[in-house]
């Protein structure tokens, strides 16, 4: 079964495409995203608003709570799920989103590793993000390296993985077992670098007019802070070590773009590598939409 994926570096304007498509033909999206899991984290993750959500149905976005941890196993598990039972209602779908783990373990599951474990976690709470990384360079290098150095969600999901396992996180992923049952059909939007770059910057610009301080400020009232997995998202990491007096509001402001911009790199070296995919330069939602619309076309056809 071929499956619709709408992909692309973060900021490129993927969500814009995305809902442009599903109104003009009655499409629910399926979020492959790794930040609009979490319940509260709005305004940073570029989450759809009540109104938007009105209009169009997401899934898998908004249904955790922000302590807790979601692997990308744990997403190809419910997005298996949710996409048996749209094919079988005769709902018309797409997949959104831009993270790499997430659509890697949906269409290619290599290899099964244990769940995460509330006691090794506990023991790591403590250590910084740093020391956590050097951790995992002395056990897994190569997992390491495939890692920003301030993931401190995919990091500490590694080094959990060499405790339970006493294997490389690396060594692990080499062991195939199960068949993919969804085939991907990609589309992934791209944008010649310095200009993508320019729209991350502005648009953590808009977010933070918007009051993306002021809704750190309000997660950090309930009780949440920068060790939680849904702060480690760029912009609230940085923000909640700005309110936590770590750093200066200017520093933490050109630390997110800096990161988001690096994690933007990451993303299009993996997307490169994808076999088969069908990539659309980014001008505006009108037209990238019209120049997509007969591939997602022909695919919703020959499954209906």
């Given at each position: 079964m071929k499956i619709f994926v709408l992909t692309g570096p973060t900021g490129v304007g993927k969500s814009e495409v995305a809902m442009a498509l599903?109104?003009?033909?009655?499409?629910?999206?399926?979020?492959?995203?790794?930040?609009?899991?979490?319940?509260?984290?709005?305004?940073?993750?570029?989450?759809?608003?009540?109104?938007?959500?009105?209009?169009?149905?997401?899934?898998?976005?908004?249904?955790?709570?922000?302590?807790?941890?979601?692997?990308?196993?744990d997403f190809a598990r419910d997005a298996r799920r949710?996409?048996?039972?749209?094919?079988?209602?005769?709902?018309?779908?797409?997949?959104?989103?831009?993270?790499?783990?997430?659509l890697r373990a949906l269409f290619k599951?290599?290899?099964?590793?244990?769940?995460?474990?509330?006691?090794?976690?506990?023991?790591?709470?403590?250590?910084?993000?740093g020391s956590l990384y050097q951790r995992l360079m002395a056990v897994d290098p190569k997992r390491a390296k495939e890692l920003h150095p301030n993931d401190r969600q995919r990091v500490l999901r590694a080094l959990e993985v060499y405790e339970l396992t006493g294997k490389p996180f690396s060594q692990i992923a080499q062991q195939p077992t199960?068949?993919?049952?969804?085939?991907?059909?990609?589309?992934?939007?791209?944008?010649?670098?310095?200009k993508l770059y320019q729209r991350i910057n502005e648009r953590f610009d808009k977010m933070m007019a918007a009051g993306l301080l002021e809704e750190?400020?309000?997660?950090?009232?309930?009780?949440?802070?920068?060790?939680?997995?849904?702060?480690?998202?760029?912009?609230y990491a940085e923000l909640f070590s700005f309110l936590e007096g770590k750093i200066g509001l200017d520093e933490a402001l050109m630390l997110a773009k800096k990161r988001t911009r690096e994690f933007?790199?990451?993303?299009?070296?993996?997307?490169?590598?994808?076999?088969?995919?069908?990539?659309?330069?980014?001008?505006?939602?009108?037209?990238v939409t019209r120049k997509i619309e007969p591939l997602l076309l022909d695919l919703l056809q020959g499954r209906e």
């Open positions: 599903a109104e003009k033909h009655r499409l629910e999206i399926i979020s492959a995203d790794s930040r609009q899991i979490y319940r509260y984290f709005d305004i940073g993750t570029a989450k759809p608003t009540p109104e938007q959500r009105q209009r169009i149905v997401f899934h898998l976005i908004d249904f955790l709570e922000p302590e807790q941890s979601y692997s990308a196993g949710v996409i048996t039972r749209l094919l079988k209602e005769g709902r018309r779908f797409i997949i959104v989103g831009g993270s790499n783990f997430y599951p290599l290899f099964n590793l244990p769940r995460a474990n509330p006691r090794i976690r506990e023991r790591f709470s403590s250590l910084s993000t199960d068949e993919a049952i969804f085939l991907p059909v990609y589309a992934v939007l791209t944008m010649e670098r310095e750190v400020h309000r997660l950090k009232k309930m009780g949440y802070g920068s060790n939680i997995p849904a702060a480690q998202g760029y912009g933007a790199k990451r993303q299009l070296t993996w997307l490169r590598a994808l076999a088969g995919a069908h990539w659309f330069e980014f001008t505006n939602v009108s037209d």
